[in-house]
């Protein structure tokens, strides 16, 4: 039996809230929607924002153009990020300045690409899978545990911007040199996505990454009803509560052909809110006004 009264309450905390990790086509991976389809379903369920994701390009000019054809009246902002994988040369300042000067929001370390991703046991190799050259693993750290210099260039870049730095699927071990260097050279919107996942970060590293100003993204695909579903909810109250609930953003990490479509998704983790007993007040925190504290939207409104 549908709850009429919960139904409605996850209405209006969709309503205004921020999807920081959505997968779309068109893309080498199979999706389940395309971007406008997306875009349709985000406006008819209110949502304020989308940044639409894909591991080997950036979206940027792709949604120039679906911004140019949109309706007036269309209140939904569409926001892209630049992937330093193999198909965008790496870290390559270039792809990262071209990006962010075209409108791009997010600058992503490898994700497919990342050592991490490629070498630990449990992982494989999905670039190959899908038919493509072997990808070259890709580190942000040297063997003295320091930052590698090609990423210096990239780190002034961001800070030129003020755009967002996420360690894309880096291990947690190369997130706190990466950050405090980036921090160092005037980046100061920083994130992880999936922190416990790929990355493999513990409580005790979800609590040192806050108190360094990192926002933590967990998300819908890993703990909501789908295939992909890894952790229970009371696991991730644990996780946001641990980051704390100012430091924490949820998004849906949604597309893919057997999960279910982003916005829905979105409402199911909403759910998951309500169910641990959080309040509207801190749901739309976690959900709207983290995000776009993080994008700086509020800062560009005013």
Not at 116 to 124: K, P
Request: aromatic share 6%.
């Amino acid at each position: 039996m549908v709850d009429a009264n919960l139904e409605n309450r996850v209405d209006a905390l969709l309503h205004g809230a921020i999807d920081m990790h959505c997968h779309t086509g068109p893309s080498i991976m199979k999706r389940k929607l395309d971007h406008l389809e997306q875009i349709e379903d985000a406006e008819r369920a209110g949502l304020r924002a989308v940044l639409f994701k894909d591991h080997f390009y950036s979206d940027t000019g792709v949604l120039e153009v679906i911004r140019k054809h949109r309706p007036a009246e269309s209140r939904l902002l569409l926001l892209s990020g630049v992937p330093l994988n193999n198909a965008l040369g790496g870290f390559n300042p270039y792809a990262v300045r071209h990006g962010l000067g075209r409108g791009a929001r997010l600058v992503w370390m490898p994700t497919l690409c990342a050592c991490n991703h490629l070498t630990s046991a449990f992982r494989y190799d999905l670039a190959g899978r899908l038919g493509m050259i072997r990808p070259k693993g890709l580190t942000a750290i040297n063997a003295r545990g320091e930052v590698i210099d090609e990423l210096k260039v990239i780190f002034d870049i961001i800070a030129e911007h003020d755009a967002i730095l996420c360690g894309g699927h880096l291990h947690a071990t190369e997130m706190f040199p990466l950050f405090a260097e980036a921090k160092r050279r005037g980046v100061r919107r920083l994130l992880v996505s999936h922190p416990t996942f790929w990355i493999e970060a513990d409580l005790q590293d979800l609590r040192d990454l806050t108190s360094m100003g990192v926002y933590l993204e967990h998300v819908a695909c890993l703990t909501i009803d789908c295939v992909d579903r890894l952790y229970t909810a009371d696991e991730l109250r644990s996780f946001i509560d641990t980051g704390g609930i100012d430091r924490t953003i949820l998004s849906s990490d949604l597309g893919q052909p057997q999960n279910p479509r982003p916005v829905e998704g979105f409402r199911s983790v909403i759910k998951l809110c309500i169910e641990a007993g959080y309040s509207d007040s801190d749901i739309r925190k976690l959900t709207s006004r983290n995000a776009a504290t993080l994008i700086g939207l509020d800062e560009a409104a005013a």
